[in-house]
Every structure is written in structure tokens, then in C-alpha cells.
């Protein structure tokens, strides 16, 4: 059975530190992509962060860069989206995807792209 089971969301302070992550079972990573998209209640879905599948090459949304980093260890079947200096307006669901398209990942930033998904962690940035 492919499954994606993320984990890792929560309620945090501005200017903490969440770390999600993302572990494959029935397909192995190697050969994906690897997105993060979040979605607030009300909202579209909206792009966060994309790494190629072996790891070498990031493209993040303008609202996160300098401070989320996407990684993934293939060895272990996992995609991590570490989340520093969170701000409010951080505050969504956000869900791990992957993809095997051989596309460059900046034309990777729409959801509709993507073959396989996690079920969603909120994550909450309040005082």
C-alpha cells in the first residue's frame, strides 16, 4: 500500500521552530520530487518549498526563504521541511507531496503536478 505519513505539526510561538517530516512506505523517493504545500482555512493551497530527488537543488516561495529549509534523507525514506522564525502568518496545514515528473523544479509549484500525498499536520503560530 503507498502511503506518505507526515508528522511533526503543532502549536508553537512566533519566532519558534517546527520541524515536519514525511515518511514514505510502498514507494521509495529516490527517483521523486519532493513538495511542501500548506493550506489556511478559507485559502487556495499555496507552494512552500520543492527539492529535487537527490537533494542538490531547493526552490522556495518568496514568503519563506531564509527561513525554512526542505531536506530529505533518502536512505531512510523521509522529506523534512524544518520551519524556523515562524510568523502567524505561518499558520495552515501543511502537506507533504511527491512527484516523479523529470521537470525542472520551479515549474513544480503547482499541487495539481503532484502524484502522492500526506494527510495534513497543522501547524499553529500564536502567543
Known amino acids: 500500500q503507498v502511503q506518505f505519513v507526515e508528522s511533526g505539526g503543532g502549536l508553537v510561538q512566533p519566532g519558534g521552530s517546527l520541524r515536519l517530516s514525511c515518511t514514505a512506505s510502498?514507494?521509495?523517493?529516490?527517483?521523486?520530487?519532493t513538495g511542501w504545500f500548506r493550506q489556511a482555512p478559507g485559502k487556495e493551497r499555496e507552494f512552500v518549498a520543492v527539492?529535487?530527488?537527490?537533494?542538490?537543488?531547493?526552490y522556495y516561495a518568496n514568503s519563506v526563504k531564509g527561513r525554512f529549509t526542505i531536506s530529505r534523507d533518502n536512505a531512510k525514506n523521509t522529506a523534512s521541511l524544518q520551519m524556523d522564525s515562524l510568523r502567524p502568518e505561518d499558520t495552515a496545514v501543511y502537506y507533504c507531496?511527491?512527484?516523479?515528473?523529470?521537470?525542472?523544479?520551479?515549474?513544480?509549484?503547482?499541487?495539481?503536478?503532484?502524484?502522492?500525498w500526506g494527510q495534513g499536520t497543522q501547524v499553529t503560530v500564536s502567543s
Open positions: 507531496a511527491a512527484v516523479a515528473s523529470p521537470s525542472p523544479i520551479v515549474f513544480l509549484t503547482t499541487h495539481r503536478r503532484y502524484d502522492y
Open positions: 527539492v529535487n530527488p537527490s537533494g542538490g537543488s531547493t
Open positions: 510502498g514507494f521509495t523517493l529516490d527517483y521523486y520530487a
